[in-house]
C-alpha cells in the first residue's frame, strides 16, 4: 500500500484568496487523483493528476479554479483559486494501487474553511 | 458519465442483525465495484471489492454481489458489531479508465449495542 502525505492538515483561509494544497507519496504511482468531500457528502472526484500533461477535470470543475500540477510520479499539487465559502471542504489526494489492483489510496485529506 | 446510486442513507440495526446497502450504476463499462468504510475523522478504506467477472465474494462477515445485467451490486454485513458503524461508500470505475472511481453518495451505518 502507499503511504500518502497531505499538507497542510487544514487550514482557515479568507474569502479570495487562493492556496495550495500538496500530496507526496512515498512510491511512484502512475495514477493520482483529487476528490472534495462538503460535509457530510460523498466524495466527488476534481480531476486526474497526470504525470507530465494537464490535468483531466471532471464535469463543474475547471482548471483556472483548481489548477493542479504533478512535476512526477511521487507529487502533485492542487490549488483552490479565488475561494468562496462555498469551497469549505476537505480535499483528499488519492493514488490508486498500481498494477491494476483498482484500490484507492487516500491521504488524510486537507480541511479547508474560508471565511 | 458514470452515475452510481446508493440506499438507505442512513441504517440502523441491532448489534447481530445484518446490514445490506445497494448500489446502481450507469456506465456498462464499468468493471471494478469497490466498496470504501470511512470512520470519523478519517481517510476512506477499502474493505472489499468485486469484478465485473465475479458475481459474489465473502470476505468473513462482509459479502458483496453483482448483478451485471441490471447493473446492481449490494454490500452485505452479517453479525454487525458497534465497531462497524461508520459511513460506507460505494463506487464504480473501469480498469481501462485508469480506475477513475465514481462514488455513492453514502450510507451512514448505526450498528445498536
Known amino acids: 500500500s502507499a503511504v500518502i502525505s497531505q499538507k497542510p492538515s487544514r487550514d482557515i483561509c479568507q474569502r479570495g484568496t487562493s492556496l495550495t494544497i500538496q500530496c507526496q507519496v512515498d512510491s511512484q504511482v502512475t495514477m493520482m487523483f483529487w476528490y472534495r468531500q462538503q460535509p457530510g457528502q460523498s466524495l466527488t472526484l476534481i480531476a486526474t493528476a497526470n504525470q507530465g500533461s494537464e490535468a483531466t477535470y471532471e464535469s463543474g470543475f475547471v482548471i483556472d479554479k483548481f489548477p493542479i500540477s504533478r512535476p512526477n510520479l511521487t507529487f502533485s499539487t492542487l490549488t483552490v483559486s479565488n475561494m468562496s465559502p462555498e469551497d469549505s471542504s476537505i480535499y483528499l489526494c488519492?493514488?490508486?494501487?498500481?498494477?491494476?489492483?483498482?484500490?484507492?489510496?487516500f491521504g488524510e485529506g486537507s480541511r479547508l474553511t474560508v471565511l | 458519465g458514470e452515475n452510481v446510486e446508493q440506499h438507505p442513507s442512513t441504517l440502523s440495526v441491532q448489534e447481530g442483525d445484518s446490514a445490506v446497502i445497494k448500489c446502481t450504476y450507469s456506465d456498462s463499462a464499468s468493471n471494478y465495484f469497490p466498496w470504501y468504510k470511512q470512520e470519523l475523522g478519517k481517510r476512506p478504506q477499502l474493505i472489499i471489492d468485486?469484478?465485473?467477472?465475479?458475481g459474489e465474494k465473502k470476505d468473513q462477515r462482509i459479502a458483496v454481489t453483482l448483478n451485471k445485467t441490471a447493473k446492481h451490486f449490494s454490500l452485505h454485513i452479517t453479525e454487525t458489531q458497534p465497531e462497524d458503524s461508520a459511513v460506507y461508500f460505494c463506487?464504480?470505475?473501469?480498469?481501462?479508465?485508469?480506475?477513475?472511481?465514481?462514488f455513492g453518495a453514502g450510507t451512514r451505518l448505526f450498528v445498536k449495542a
Open positions: 468485486i469484478r465485473s467477472n465475479v
Open positions: 488519492s493514488v490508486g494501487g498500481g498494477a491494476g489492483a483498482g484500490e484507492l489510496f
Open positions: 463506487a464504480a470505475s473501469i480498469s481501462t479508465g485508469g480506475f477513475k472511481t465514481i
